[in-house]
């Protein structure tokens, strides 16, 4: 892809590493054409390059550098890939080089180097915690500054394209899982292993081994890689052994549960065909075994971000890991051990490693010793108290420290360095601890939070438990394998511990801040300084809580994982108690930034949630029918003809046609979705006399009835009918929304309320086709299409109901009329549906038989003031809708007990009324608020709502509307005003009568 | 990611169940006789407790029982399920 020219990798050692030099690697960096090789991160590579300048800061922009070679780092974010894989704020020191990779730094403007932002670091004392919210809250126009000001402290930005990669979910159950694969889990693993148990291990990076990758201890009187080869060797023999690479545990939750994020193809260029970006992983397990390691902390003093500043460890993993040498001239600032053990390790490397600054007074005779071997300057007792150096360090002025640590020496002495590798002490790894529900306790020893009680199973092992020595670290491992497998039922396994050669430890001595003049920061991240968090408690602060949400520390992509500690810290010391008593704030998942796409998986696009077809849809898409979605189902709205293309004048041809061919002859319509339950038992006839509002004792077999249902506290729940077909056999319908909650309804009353009576019920919608016949001709094309031939009245009056056959199918035939006209419901067994449905169009072609959508039909109900979903919106009662007819005084029923209370029976409770325009061709909207005066002074008294609304009725000619207003149909005449001031609309309309249309029902009859 | 055991089919993840709601609130018996204030604290009234709680869980995509479900709400654990006519508040405070 790039020329493969080696000019640029001038910070590359000749040898070593854990990098292949025969397979060179092409990638760019804000367009830059660059060279690293495979089994460099993009971190490694760009500092293989020279490249010390990476972003700029997230609020002052200033100039920053890599400063860790992990996942805690907090600088090196990069909009990584473009287009629409561009993926912002991934961390440099995650990436693992892919040929073709491109990356742009972010948080600048124009470019790196020149950032017109920068501005805001030389009005830093402007800056401070809780200025934005000081400046610009409470005053007009928040929303207007909110735009540029998040656009200046932006991250990166994202595009709108559709993600082109999949994701998948998978679950995992074991007996053990161990969370992390370094020298704790490697050995826990090796113990529970052999046990006999079930165990996951999973780890984020390539390679196994965790720090001992990057690290030059012995293990039983050899490198540790050699160790970590042996125990991969055993642990690949063993068949109970499942290991998970470059998968990273993000949150623990309730029930034990662990979830990972797996990055299957993030390595490379684009997934393979057939692969998966990322997979979920939800793991369920016994025990779960956190070995998650720890973080080294930075100091706090002037200056401590520039580039050219790194954590100690970081710069060890890079000369070791990646044969990058990270500084010609390093200075190394520690309070404890690790500044030894990295400035020998970069001093035995040939690096020009020129001193090491101890704040403490004493280390012990080895490291003094190897200093001296290696011409290494020993400081103690001093702090480094500024740096110096714009784009990248220059050297830095070191200082001697009060035994108290409070103030520092008059004098100064300037050191040129290009390189400070900093360590504060390390801190354990405590997020999935947190997240299981544990608080972790300070523990003054190592200066740091280790965990305390355990609320789940969870188990911190290792230096993620506060044991940060190697030999601490599979001990502790080793054991907890073992004991837990045995707790489990596992055989017991015979094991040693293997032996290291570490040199005694001198204690960390804590250092949270170090005194002088100038930006000392704590979260790099969300550029929150010293300074922010003195003022914050000076502001009256004191809970860490309240300090992490006013200052934003912890607050970003990284979520504090170097800054927690030291500004918990600092907030103690400025509040003069101790730590334990101050706290820490909780860690909340997930650990890493997550992606949105593994958390959807597959669950996208069609499959983001079920499409259910009736048993007819086939004939429908044949024939012209324009789907609209009702819930889960598919319906057709209406169906256009032959040359018709779907526009709003065609809608209004083809709705009008589709109406007015079932008022003057006869059309069919698809009711499949309608709920369905099947009700069967003794006691059927009294469950539903307690559950509809009017009587059902006496309903004959053969004969159907329409019901109302309620809610508990009176307000109207659904309505349908309900059909006797045998002694103890009924056919309930519900509405097509509401058909899964009437079912749960009717389960709660069976199971809780009256568990003594003798029914049974189930849902059989998706057993039964069903098609609505309606129109004068409906008999004569029903009567050629059944084997029985007669459906006159007195074979089959209205409101009956039989059990016929069609071409031989069973079949059940109602009538009944949602449209008002001579119409019968036909359903059939599910898998015959399309095969009646054709056989009734067939035979009704003479008669002009037309298909209908639920446009025509919602238009036709309207026109007989039918109530539905617009009315039935769960805030009226029976009485509002005028069903008051159905509500039996001779019974119980569900939400009776509460239809009589005060507001119920309020006269000036809005009731269903008719409502057409007074010009008789304005379309009133569904929604619009009725008003007596629309020229009223705000707020405008409020008489009722357009409830649902025909733009046209075909059979009269002009627009109809259902409302609810106060007084209800004693209004009739009267003219109001519908607004919709949303929209800018607002007609006069006239009050009628809800039954627009054959108000006698005659028509019912044909 | 609580998992919450089915009478009747056994232990299973509760993405197959629905949340019903306060499984310690009954309809009064004689619903006629019950006044006022009986049937708005059977409706609306409904406690927030901090710990044990006793609710109804039904196995909505399994066998559609509705479950009787005693929860801790501070950390999600499930002490116990039953049957709704279950006291399983007693039971597990018997049990303790
Ligand atoms: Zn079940």
């Known amino acids: 892809m790039f020329s493969k020219k080696n000019k640029q990798q001038t910070r590359r050692l000749s040898s070593g590493g854990l990098i292949n030099r025969s397979k060179p690697i092409g990638f760019k960096f804000d367009g830059k054409p660059l060279m690293g090789y495979d089994g460099d991160t993009l971190a490694s590579a760009l500092l293989a390059n020279n490249i010390k300048l990476v972003g700029r800061s997230f609020k002052y922009h200033r100039p920053r550098g890599i400063y860790t070679a992990g996942t805690e780092e907090p600088n090196a974010l990069m909009a990584l890939r473009t287009n629409a894989r561009i993926e912002p704020n991934t961390r440099a020191t995650n990436i693992e080089l892919f040929d073709g990779l491109e990356a742009k730094s972010q948080n600048r403007w124009p470019n790196l180097f020149f950032d017109f932002m920068q501005i805001n670091n030389l009005a830093g004392p402007l800056f401070t915690a809780g200025f934005y919210y000081k400046t610009f809250m409470g005053i007009p126009g928040w929303h207007f500054y909110e735009h540029f000001i998040r656009k200046a402290a932006g991250m990166g930005s994202t595009n709108l394209a559709r993600d082109p990669d999949t994701y998948d979910k998978k679950n995992a159950f074991c007996d053990i899982l161990i969370i992390g694969g370094g020298p704790t889990g490697l050995s826990a693993a090796l113990t529970a292993g052999r046990s006999g148990a079930r165990v996951l291990l999973i780890d984020s990076s390539k390679l196994l081994g965790g720090q001992l990758i990057w690290e030059l201890d012995q293990i039983d009187g050899r490198p540790a890689f050699q160790w970590i080869e042996s125990a991969l060797e055993e642990l690949k023999e063993m068949k109970n052994v499942t290991i998970a690479q470059r998968t990273t545990a993000f949150g623990y939750y309730d029930s034990n549960v662990v979830n990972a994020i797996e990055s299957v193809s993030d390595h490379l260029p684009t997934p393979d065909p057939h692969s998966v970006r990322q997979r979920l992983w939800q793991i369920r397990a016994q025990k779960v075994i956190i070995a998650t390691g720890a973080t080294e902390r930075p100091l706090v003093f002037s200056n401590n971000d520039r580039p050219g500043i790194m954590l100690a460890s970081a710069a060890r993993r890079y000369v070791n890991q990646f044969a990058v040498k990270p500084g010609n001239r390093v200075v190394i600032f520690a309070n404890n051990d690790d500044g030894y053990k990295t400035a020998v390790n970069l001093a035995e490397k040939d690096i020009d490693v020129r001193a090491v600054v101890d704040s403490r007074t004493h280390v012990n005779q080895f490291w003094k010793t190897k200093l001296d071997k290696l011409g290494v300057e020993l400081i103690l007792g001093s702090a480094v108290i500024n740096t110096h150096g714009h784009f990248g360090l220059t050297g830095i002025d070191i200082a001697s420290l009060s035994s108290d640590q409070k103030s520092i020496g008059s004098q100064s002495s300037f050191m040129s360095a290009d390189l400070l590798a900093i360590s504060g002490g390390w801190s354990p790894n405590v997020h999935l601890y947190c997240h299981a529900g544990g608080r972790p306790q300070y523990e003054a020893s190592i200066a740091a939070f280790i965990p305390g009680v355990r609320s789940q199973s969870e188990y911190p092992a290792g230096a993620s438990n506060g044991a940060f020595s190697l030999i601490d670290c599979v001990t502790e491992g080793t054991n907890c394998g073992s004991q837990l497998a045995t707790e489990l039922g596992f055989s017991k396994t015979i094991f040693s511990i293997p032996k290291t050669d570490e040199p005694t430890v001198t204690p960390i001595k804590a250092l949270w801040r170090i005194p002088g003049k100038g930006k000392k920061f704590v979260d790099i991240q969300d550029d929150v300084t010293e300074s922010d968090i003195k003022l914050a408690h000076q502001e009256g602060y004191i809970s860490v809580e309240h300090l992490k949400r006013y200052t934003t520390l912890g607050m970003g992509t990284d979520q504090g994982k170097t800054s927690n500690m030291n500004g918990h810290a600092i907030m103690a010391e400025e509040r003069g108690e101790a730590i334990e008593t101050v706290g820490t704030t909780m860690f909340r998942p997930p650990y890493i930034p997550i992606a949105m796409g593994p958390l959807a998986g597959r669950d996208i696009g069609q499959s983001y949630s079920a499409k259910r077809k009736s048993a007819i849809h086939n004939w429908h898409h044949e024939n012209g029918a324009i789907f609209v979605d009702a819930g889960q189902w598919l319906r057709p709205q209406y169906y256009l003809r032959n040359g018709e293309t779907n526009t709003t004048e065609n809608m209004d041809v083809a709705i009008t046609r589709e109406v007015q061919g079932t008022r003057g002859n006869v059309g069919m319509v698809d009711v499949s979705t309608l709920g369905k339950i099947d009700i069967q038992g003794a006691d059927s006839g009294e469950f539903l006399n307690r559950i509809y509002t009017n009587g059902w004792t006496k309903l004959a077999i053969g004969k159907a009835r329409y019901g109302l249902m309620l809610r508990e506290d009176g307000i109207v729940f659904d309505d349908g009918t309900t059909s006797r077909l045998s002694e103890h056999h009924y056919f309930m319908t519900t509405t097509t929304s509401n058909a899964a909650s009437v079912l749960s309804h009717m389960e709660y009353c069976l199971q809780i309320h009256w568990p003594d009576l003798d029914v049974k019920i189930s849902s059989v919608t998706e057993q039964w086709a069903a098609m609505a016949i309606a129109g004068p001709k409906s008999r004569d094309v029903l009567e050629k299409s059944i084997d029985e031939k007669n459906l006159s009245n007195e074979a089959l009056p209205f409101m009956g109901v039989k059990q016929i056959s069609i071409d031989g199918i069973p079949a059940l035939i109602f009538r009944i009329s949602f449209s008002g006209e001579l119409a019968y419901e036909v359903n059939v067994p599910a898998d015959y549906g399309e095969y009646v449905w054709r056989r009734i169009m067939k035979k009704g072609k003479t008669d002009n038989i037309i298909p209908y959508g639920t446009e025509a039909m919602a238009i036709m109900r309207i026109e007989k003031g039918h109530v539905a979903g617009g009315e039935l919106d769960g805030r009226t009662t029976p009485d509002d809708l005028g069903l008051n007819k159905l509500i039996s005084s001779k019974k119980e029923f569900i939400g009776r007990r509460l239809l009589n209370r005060e507001g119920f029976i309020d006269p000036n409770r809005p009731k269903l009324v008719g409502l057409i325009p007074i010009d008789g061709k304005s379309r009133i909207r569904t929604g619009s608020i009725l008003v007596k005066d629309p020229n009223a002074s705000l707020p405008m008294p409020k008489l009722g709502h357009v409830s649902s609304g025909a733009y046209l009725s075909p059979t009269l000619k002009h627009p109809i509307s259902l409302g609810l207003i106060k007084g209800g149909t004693d209004r009739i005449g009267e003219t109001v005003w519908a607004t919709s001031p949303l929209h800018g609309e607002t007609n006069e309309v006239k009050i009628v009568d809800p039954v627009f249309y054959d108000k006698q029902g005659e028509r019912l009859n044909g | ?96």
């Open chain 2, 1 to 96: 990611m609580i998992r919450i055991k089915c009478p009747y089919c056994g232990l299973r993840d509760h993405s197959e169940f629905n949340y019903i709601g306060d499984a310690t609130k009954l309809r009064p018996v004689n619903p006629e006789v019950a006044n006022d204030d009986e049937w708005f604290d059977y409706i609306y009234v409904r406690d927030n407790p901090r710990g044990v709680h006793q609710e109804y869980w039904q196995h909505i995509t399994g066998c559609r029982s509705y479950v009787k479900v005693l929860r801790n709400t501070v950390t999600h654990e499930v002490l116990k399920t039953g049957l709704p006519s279950d006291d399983l508040l007693f039971s597990y405070e018997a049990e303790k």
